[in-house]
């Protein structure tokens, strides 16, 4: 019974380290495909050291504030509705698999993450570690609240 909870909890670890892994591609990519529409060649880094990705304008790109405010909030939102596609999808496999719960819980703890952040990204590059702070604070709080009975009754089961 310990073993079986033991792999319960690695698999919802696992779960949240691989889409994290995908988020951060998919949260610069929507900043680099967005400024590209606005006319800006930017690029994206990876930091290997903290899983982290940034989008650097180019030596001498002004973007507007407005262009800049878009470009900023496309990372967050736009990573947000494909991860709520996902989501979606394995929240209706889960009604036959309770082994779906991993993957539901952690869709939606990075969905409303990047929820969360979006606007630090955009608007308070200088907060942006606080955005994400607070957006994994607030995506904990809502998925205990919506999947921490389900997650405790899985974890109980043989």
């Known amino acids: 019974m310990v073993r079986k909870r033991i792999e319960k909890l690695l ?16 949260h610069e990519q929507f900043h680099f495909i967005t400024a590209r529409a606005f006319g800006i060649e930017g ?13 650097h304008y180019p030596d001498g790109a002004t973007p507007t504030f407005f262009q800049d405010s878009i470009i900023g909030l496309a990372g967050g ?3 947000a509705l494909i991860l709520s596609g996902l ?12 082994w779906e719960l991993d993957d539901c819980l ?7 993450h990047q929820l969360v952040y979006a606007p630090f990204d955009a608007w308070g590059r200088s907060f ?18 919506v999947y921490g009975k ?9």
């Open 87 to 98: 989501w979606y999808f394995a929240t209706r496999q889960a009604k036959y698999t309770t």
């Open 106 to 112: 952690a869709l939606q703890i990075l969905m409303v």
């Open 11 to 26: 698999s919802i670890i696992f779960s949240l380290f691989l889409f994290t892994l995908l988020v951060t591609g998919i």
């Open 77 to 79: 939102i736009g990573t």
């Open 43 to 55: 690029y994206v880094t990876f930091t290997s050291w903290s899983g982290g990705g940034y989008f």
């Open 128 to 145: 942006a570690a606080w955005g994400s702070n607070i957006g994994m604070l607030v995506a904990f709080v809502i998925a205990v609240l």
């Open 150 to 158: 389900r997650i405790f009754s899985w974890l109980q089961e043989d």
